[in-house]
């Protein structure tokens, strides 16, 4: 397989799913406020922290109110993370990987982004937004899907999986890591307030429904914690993601520090103490900080090794061959 | 449908002969369009459409606001000919392909053909596609143009002509095999009532052709398709040949050349090696180290891999000296020379506008001749006499007269018609074919080609860029009916 296009099917898996979880999160976080008493300060820039793109938003906007945060992460071109700009991004990295990936795969990325082209205006109105990201959601899914059933599952289809997975637990740990950040300090306004919270940061992640079959207790931080990070079953689970990552490296050739990598990150996880962090002031964001730290080092591996190719490195391999 | 207003006027027609009545190897199917009510054929053609979109058979256009992929024009009216016409076409195109190789091995060689003054030497040496890094070069089994793209007309008495050969990178195979995949689905009744040679091994045939070529002898040579990108208009064309042959689609970016000087290409589990690349990037772009250094296509070194020995490249870089439409002059001569043999196949009548007496007569009789750029493809840059205004003719005696080299003139022929299906009637539209002819170990020439079809009312512009379609070819086998 062609480094370009492994590398090409990565990120175009990569910009799916991060479109999809920002859909997911924007529909929670509208949701959310509905719920909350009007006078505290929870507000729309969460998100902006949670993507981490806050920055990036006070250059273009004097202020972080619905309009503006919603109208930056779903339309704005000049936001790469946007709904919009991951989109195109998908669809500038299949481009040129027609030949690999199911034509059908194509057209719906197509169907994305033109989707999104003639709906804009229902994603910035807060009454159709529902059933705005409901169809991003479904978009991803349906090619999700598509790819698992229709094309083979060799290289290709590692590679796609690579990405999506990394983006996943990328995701779920920048969820985990803002929201909680809120409910670990004492409030005493938003005190009645604290379970819906919880709910809803399993919600951000479509994680309410298994963690009750699962978990079968009131919804309490320790439980969803380690539900959300280190539960083997939930799909979107940093735990299950990584069990992913790890399947599809194993495939793969030359991959032993990219192993050794993902060995430390899920001994790491499955060593710590949920109950601990999920008290105030326990260090859960740091410690998030250092999973999201080797994510970071986990994709610069793949990338050295799978994508651009080191010449000097290649050298020595040829001889090998040779 | 009815044929009784069909009137091809002073033209050949392919299927309808004299006093409107259908030739003999166009009986069943015209026949069978007689049987078809005008609703009925129209669902034919929505049905086409149809397939044509669901299989997103697409080319690309520029225009002054941007490219667009659109859909391949297609005509569901075949065009058919005798399997025994053909076959002595195929012979022809052999032999003609088979002097051009030896041609260009000559002309970057020990140059006989130009010693011997067949050929002036000026006229080679000085051509725009003259490739003074090609000197000297033997390609393994001395073949240069490995794929031939060669463009036939009829003129009003129905015998083939040979317009121009096309040894650089020619294009339109691809939509030849789709053609037939639509056809299949909208007339299925035909195939059975005919006995229609199947076009469908090319891909097969090209991959054994390129594998034949290797710089080493080696059980599996790795072939690639070296495409300049998404952006090229061919490139359905590259991602579907490269798709049928099981090749790697590459771009240059994918490519090294490393110490060794051979040819690498980068994958997941390291670099690995290429023999074979079927280029479709002109010569120009191939390497910035050699050619245009400004060219992000090409792949650094890949000429010195090349002229080393170490990487097949098809066609190889210097072949478009035979792509010259003044060089596609003397191609008589040619095969005269090295073969020893009469052309099986003739020219198209070719005025050279660089000899004076030519040129004076070309410049006589501008409003009757067609001319054209001797180096430009896809139907630009051209005069076509009886069409043109006095400006432009104007226009064209200038630039002859300032450069006659660039410039070669012929007869406007009354190119071959065939019924074809413009708003739900069948009308005479003229047409060309283009086959394709493969040399490696052996020799294959598609079994039919690229029929293309202008298909505005009149036009002989068949190019896809200027408003051409094309239908499928059939070569039938009439013995035993």
């Known amino acids: 397989m062609l480094s370009r296009v492994a590398q090409q099917l990565y990120w175009f898996a990569r910009y799916i799913e991060r479109a999809e979880d920002m859909a997911r999160m924007i529909n929670v976080h509208t949701n959310l406020l509905l719920d909350l008493p009007r006078q505290h300060e929870f507000g729309w820039d969460s998100l902006l922290e949670i993507t981490g793109s806050d920055e990036l938003f006070n250059e273009l906007y004097d202020e972080a109110d619905e309009r503006n945060v919603i109208r930056f992460l779903i339309s704005d071109k000049a936001n790469p993370g946007s709904i919009q700009s991951c989109l195109f991004f998908a669809r500038e990295n299949l481009r040129t990987t027609r030949d690999i990936i199911p034509r059908e795969a194509w057209e719906l990325v197509n169907d994305m982004n033109l989707f999104l082209k003639n709906n804009m205006p229902s994603g910035l109105s807060r009454r159709r937004r529902w059933g705005f990201m409901k169809n991003v959601i479904g978009g991803s899914h349906q090619i999700t899907g598509l790819l698992a059933s229709t094309m083979n599952h060799d290289a290709g289809y590692d590679f796609l999986r690579l990405g999506r997975n990394l983006e996943r637990a990328d995701m779920t740990t920048r969820i985990v890591d803002v929201r909680s950040a809120d409910l670990l300090l004492e409030h005493d306004v938003l005190t009645p307030y604290e379970n819906i919270q919880w709910m809803s940061v399993l919600k951000s992640l479509t994680a309410y429904q298994m963690y009750r079959q699962h978990v079968k207790m009131r919804v309490r931080g320790p439980q969803v914690l380690k539900f959300l990070l280190q539960s083997e079953s939930f799909p979107r689970s940093f735990t299950h993601c990584l069990q992913q990552v790890h399947q599809c490296l194993e495939t793969l050739p030359g991959n032993d520090s990219l192993l050794r990598q993902v060995l430390s990150l899920r001994r790491n996880i499955k060593e710590a103490d949920m109950d601990k962090y999920a008290q105030a002031g326990s260090g859960l964001h740091d410690y998030i900080d250092q999973l999201q730290a080797q994510l970071a080092e986990l994709h610069t591996l793949i990338t050295a090794r799978y994508f651009s190719l080191d010449v000097s490195h290649v050298k020595m391999e040829k001889t090998a061959e040779s | ?481």
């Open chain 2, 1 to 481: 449908m009815h044929f009784k207003d069909y009137d091809s006027k002073s033209t050949y027609d392919e299927l309808i002969g004299p006093g409107g009545r259908a030739r003999p190897h166009a009986r069943q199917l015209i026949k069978y369009l007689r049987s078809l009510s005008q609703a009925e054929l129209q669902e034919r053609k929505e049905a086409s459409d149809l397939a044509i979109t669901v299989m997103g058979i697409t080319y690309t256009v520029y225009t002054e606001e941007g490219q667009t992929d659109t859909i391949w024009p297609f005509d569901i009216i075949p065009r058919i000919i005798p399997r025994r016409e053909w076959d002595g076409i195929a012979e022809g195109l052999k032999q003609r392909v088979q002097a051009l190789n030896m041609f260009i091995a000559d002309v970057y060689d020990r140059q006989m053909i130009l010693k011997d003054k067949i050929i002036p030497k000026d006229l080679i040496l000085q051509s725009r596609n003259f490739r003074k890094q090609a000197v000297g070069m033997k390609p393994h089994l001395n073949i240069w143009a490995h794929i031939c793209g060669s463009d036939l007309v009829r003129d009003e008495r129905g015998e083939v002509f040979v317009l121009e050969d096309n040894m650089r990178v020619p294009s339109g195979v691809s939509y030849m095999l789709e053609n037939r995949q639509v056809t299949k689905r909208i007339f299925p009744e035909l195939f059975e009532d005919y006995s229609i040679l199947p076009i469908d091994d090319y891909p097969s045939q090209l991959f054994d052709t390129l594998a034949s070529v290797a710089p080493e002898p080696k059980e599996y040579p790795e072939v690639v398709v070296l495409t300049p990108g998404i952006y090229n208009s061919a490139y359905f064309e590259h991602a579907y040949l490269a798709q049928q042959m099981g090749a790697e689609l590459v771009e240059g970016r994918d490519l090294i050349v490393a110490e060794d000087d051979c040819v690498y290409m980068k994958t997941v589990s390291g670099l690995s090696r290429v023999d074979v690349i079927y280029r479709r990037i002109d010569d120009l772009f191939l390497d910035p180290e050699a050619f245009n250094p400004d060219s992000l296509l090409g792949v650094p070194g890949l000429l010195r891999s090349w002229s080393r020995g170490k990487v097949t490249l098809a066609n190889a870089p210097g072949c478009g000296v035979a792509d010259d439409k003044v060089v596609c002059y003397y191609v008589p001569d040619m095969i005269r020379y090295y073969l020893s043999e009469e052309p099986i196949l003739p020219n198209v009548e070719t005025y050279l506008c660089e000899n004076k007496s030519e040129r004076d007569y070309v410049l006589k009789n501008l409003d009757k001749l067609v001319v054209k750029p001797a180096n430009e493809a896809g139907g630009y840059g051209m005069l076509i006499g009886p069409k043109s205004t006095a400006k432009e003719r104007k226009e064209m005696a200038a630039r002859i007269r300032k450069t006659p080299r660039e410039y070669i003139a012929q007869p406007t022929l009354s190119l071959s018609t065939a019924p074809t299906l413009i708003n739900n009637s069948l009308e005479p539209r003229h047409l060309d074919l283009r086959p394709f002819i493969l040399s490696g170990e052996n020799t294959a020439v598609t079994t039919g080609g690229l029929t293309r079809v202008a298909l505005r009312k009149g036009s002989l512009v068949v190019n896809s860029s200027q408003g051409g379609g094309s239908k499928d070819t059939w070569i039938v086998d009439m013995e035993g009916q």
